[in-house]
């Protein structure tokens, strides 16, 4: 028996030895499996992007294909109905959109020239108030004649750069890149137009297949214990974050239409590419903004040059956006929907990292469906509460 209890002792001594270690292997693996989820993301960017694109739209549209098939409309005509009422605005507004837009491009690298030579004149008149007078000029010392010059070179006097010199040079470069900013966006535009292309495409078959695969994978598939605990929060994900896409999108629409009333008002060129712009970039919050402004004093700086005058449309704009972001969204989305400042930040950051510009664009909407997830699973309370801190 004393044999036997100094076993079990042993066994216990040896078990809680390895508590720690196998402790240790399973944060060191998880850290791993964080590691290749992040890489798969970014190397799978062109494959995930117009996927997740896709459901988002697809998550909009499939509750108006299910009242129309509740009326005995076939779900391939109303799917294809809604993508047509979809990208109809979106063409149209486009090819309004195209002649200007192609304007500014091509005027892009004269705009950095002329900018760069108004900042270099600022800079010339300030260096004239602020640099003291040369000294007077004098004559240059004769060097006495040495034997040793006769097996070497003259000094010659070194050529002074002028400022005129370090202008054209800065202007060249800006140039430069303006040029090959034009040439990567047209060298990139086909594939963004195949993208868009299969994007419509795959919109239509989540729309008209996409219902009865899921729920043939909830009826039948085993993995599925709770089958109606599953509808139940997937319809429940489904109406809230359309909720939350439908209501910033069309808070969007209308600051960019306000925008775009109100530089019409004010006499402000491209009304309507403006307007587009910032109702784009409204979907980016707080960084969208900041992006705007930038943008926009650009534009009144090309337009009114060095006046007054040149802060205009970002003036404008910015009055709208305070009113949007501080009174319109909070009051619209209310407390639920609210994401922490700084959370958004971050997280923007990392899907720009991972995607891009379009990660940039899906990351709100991203970071809400996870939200939402949580909240209906019921799991991890702390993530929650962190996200929608103030």
């Not at 509750?63 to 009326?71: Q, Y």
């Not at 006499?267 to 402004?293: K, Q, R």
């Amino acid at each position: 028996m004393d044999n036997a209890g100094s076993i079990n002792e042993k066994q216990k001594k040896n078990l809680t030895g390895a508590y720690p270690k196998i402790a240790k292997q399973t944060k060191l693996l998880n850290t791993l499996v964080i590691f290749a989820f992040i890489y798969t993301m970014y190397l799978a960017k062109s494959l995930l992007i117009p996927l997740f694109f896709s459901a988002f739209i697809a998550l909009l549209l499939s509750p108006l294909v299910a009242i129309a098939r509740k009326v005995y409309v076939p779900r391939t005509i109303s799917a294809g109905a809604l993508i047509v009422l979809l990208v109809a605005p979106f063409t149209l507004l486009s090819v309004q959109l195209a002649e200007p837009a192609e304007r500014w491009l091509h005027s892009l690298p004269k705009i950095a020239a002329e900018i760069t030579e108004e900042i270099e004149e600022i800079s010339s008149s300030i260096d004239a108030f602020t640099t003291p007078p040369p000294p007077p000029e004098t004559e240059p010392e004769e060097r006495e004649s040495s034997i040793f010059d006769w097996f070497g070179d003259k000094d010659e006097p070194d050529t002074p750069v002028t400022q005129s010199d370090k202008t054209n040079s800065v202007t060249d470069k800006i140039k430069q890149t303006g040029i090959d900013m034009g040439l990567t966006l047209f060298s990139s535009a086909p594939f963004l137009l195949a993208q868009i292309l299969g994007c419509v495409v795959l919109i239509f078959f989540l729309l008209v297949f996409g219902p009865n695969l899921f729920h043939v994978f909830i009826r039948d598939f085993p993995v599925v214990t709770d089958k109606r605990r599953a509808l139940v929060l997937v319809d429940q994900i489904q109406r809230e974050l359309s909720s939350y896409i439908v209501t910033i999108s069309i808070i969007n629409t209308c600051l960019g239409l306000a925008t775009a009333g109100a530089f019409h008002y004010f006499g402000i060129e491209d009304a309507l590419l403006w307007g587009a712009l910032v109702a784009l970039m409204n979907f980016v919050p707080y960084l969208g903004g900041v992006a705007s402004c930038v943008v926009l004093l650009v534009v009144g700086l090309v337009q009114f040059g060095l006046t007054s005058s040149l802060f205009l449309p970002a003036g404008v704009f910015l009055i709208l956006n305070i009113t949007e972001s501080q009174l319109i969204t909070p009051a619209v989305l209310g407390r639920s929907m609210q994401l922490n400042p700084l959370i958004i930040i971050i997280w923007i950051a990392i899907t720009g990292w991972l995607w891009g510009v379009i990660g940039v664009l899906l990351a709100v909407p991203i970071l809400m469906c996870v939200k939402i997830i949580l909240a209906n699973l019921g799991v991890f309370n702390h993530w929650i509460r962190l996200i929608e801190s103030k």
